[in-house]
């Protein structure tokens, strides 16, 4: 049976990331990361839920896996602001973070096409 604070979660969850999707709609590109987090934590909560009614362990492993995900998204997501911020702290704005990222990947490409 599943428990009234594992539904409030879950609730709590669904609301919370419609709000932020709601104030942070034009940075969707950058704050996908969390996006990916916030919506792995919902399943994750979704699945506590579930495991309650059927297939308890078969959820529950989902479950963890879930929150495992979303450790990883926001571990990367902030990996990603702070890499931003320290180039923006060097003089680099926007054009120039996206310039340089795709003279990157060109350069990437080329060393492919000469090693084969």
């Not at 923006?88 to 973070?97: D, S």
């Amino acid at each position: 049976m599943y428990e009234e604070s594992e539904v409030i979660n879950l609730f709590m969850s669904i609301v919370s990331i419609i709000v932020f999707w709601q104030s942070t709609k034009k940075d969707i590109e950058r704050l996908r990361y969390f996006y990916l987090g916030f919506l792995c934590m919902v399943f994750a909560y979704f699945f506590t839920v579930i495991e309650g009614f059927i297939y308890k362990s078969f959820f529950n492993s989902l479950e963890h896996l879930s929150f495992a995900l979303a450790g990883l998204a926001f571990a990367i997501a902030s990996h990603e602001m702070l890499k931003n911020r320290g180039l923006k702290e060097q003089g680099f704005n926007e054009l120039e973070l996206i310039e340089q990222e795709l003279i990157e990947q060109e350069l990437i490409g080329q060393e492919l096409n000469e090693a084969a």
